[in-house]
């Protein structure tokens, strides 16, 4: 595997060093400068050509999402990792980076008791990042901005896609699938991602109506507080209903309901409502919450009435899933490499032949509409 560069931003002397270290005798990965702030970064970014950006958030003179920003006019595919806090206003600015281009984050080490545990805990979460973000196609197409986002200051193209080792393309349809295949009537819309989902969704649910007469239910992997905040923010900007999952909601058409960070979203039958219930269960694919887990439970309650989406995301959480839920004949449709920014998740489902549909994001709102047969509310 080619060694990945990477440049890391930070003003705290002591962050940077923390990040440096982390980093130093990791595979494949060469730290080949640091800068203070994002006004700096844009000079070295010219100068050093780097593989990925490691950028902090608040810094002096330009912070972290106005570099992202001017980053993106003259670099959209280089792929640039946020180093966060756990807060609520980290997860809001974290977003906020997301929508301004930003690729994917990272969380700073938190109550941990030594610098060598965090830089264990930097380590963990940063190098499959980067490894995955670094190994890029060049000269592969830039997918335009997400129609209602690029309103948003700053928003701009991803990344290049990106997939693993070993996982060829599958051929994206051209033409919108309508209907998707499969037969009898939608009951329930089960969505899973991971990286670059936070904006795959936004685009996803843009597109979708007030009057969507099935429920949704979400799997997208982020630490606790920023589900909760992208939930709301998700409520805010599109047309449907979206709400952090807790214990107990019955599911009501239209509504979005999102794992919260840390615990797996199951849905249990309480009479003749269906609900939700969150679970402590241990991690799968090293992710909790984890889109198999709740891919099985609605298999259990809904069966082929389930409609399956697995977006953009690395790794391979959602295949056991999808094949779980394609053996009850529900429909399973899997995002295309070009428009993913990591063709891990969606790759892994196409791959192993458990996809109905392999589609660019821009055409999954219609088909899904599509498959639920121009359904709305009452009907």
């Known amino acids: 595997m080619p060694v990945v560069s990477v440049l890391v931003v930070d003003d705290s002397v002591v962050v940077r060093r923390l990040i440096v270290d982390a980093l130093t005798g990791a595979p494949d990965v060469e730290v080949v400068g640091t800068a203070a702030n994002g006004r700096i ?22 912070d972290g999402i106005e570099a992202v ?54 380590r963990e979460q940063l190098v499959p990042k980067i490894h995955a973000l670094g190994r890029r196609r060049p000269g592969a197409p830039v997918r335009p901005p997400t129609p209602g986002l690029a309103a948003r ?120 409502d269906v609900s939700t219930e969150l679970s402590s269960a241990p991690p799968e694919n090293s992710c909790r ?5 709740m891919f099985r439970s609605v ?7 389930v409609l399956a989406v697995v977006l953009t995301g690395m790794g391979y959480d959602g295949r056991e899933g999808a094949r779980d839920l394609k053996g009850a004949g529900a429909t399973v449709v899997a995002q295309d490499e070009q428009s993913s920014v990591v063709w891990g998740m969606p790759g892994a489902v196409a791959q192993a032949g458990l996809a109905d549909a392999v589609l660019p994001l821009d055409q999954i709102p219609a088909a899904l509409l599509a498959r639920l047969g121009g359904r709305t509310v009452g009907v």
């Open 289 to 293: 919450p984890a889109v198999d887990v």
């Open 41 to 62: 970064a844009q000079q070295k970014i010219d100068q050093l050509r780097p593989d990925v950006v490691t950028m902090d958030i608040e810094m002096p003179e330009m």
């Open 299 to 305: 298999r259990a309650l809904y069966g082929k009435s």
């Open 153 to 272: 200051p700053g928003l701009s193209a991803p990344p290049a896609p990106l997939r693993p080792a070993g996982v060829t393309a599958a051929p994206a349809l051209t033409q919108p699938v309508a209907p998707l295949p499969g037969g009898g009537r939608v009951e329930l819309l089960a969505i899973g991602s991971s990286t670059g989902g936070p904006d795959a969704l936004a685009h996803l649910f843009q597109a979708l109506p007030t009057s969507l007469p099935v429920p949704v239910v979400v799997t997208q992997h982020m630490p606790p507080v920023f589900t909760k905040m992208f939930a709301e923010r998700l409520n805010r900007t599109t047309p449907l209903t979206v709400v952090e999952a807790e214990d107990g909601m019955p599911l009501r058409v239209g509504t979005v309901y999102v794992a919260p960070g840390d615990r797996h979203l199951v849905l249990r039958r309480r009479g003749t």
């Open 69 to 122: 920003k001017e980053l993106r006019k003259r670099h959209p595919r280089l792929p640039v990792i946020m180093f966060s806090t756990l807060s609520s206003a980290g997860a809001a600015a974290t977003l906020d980076a997301l929508a301004a281009g930003a690729t994917d984050y990272v969380t700073k080490p938190a109550n941990v008791g030594s610098v060598r545990e965090s830089i264990a805990a930097v």
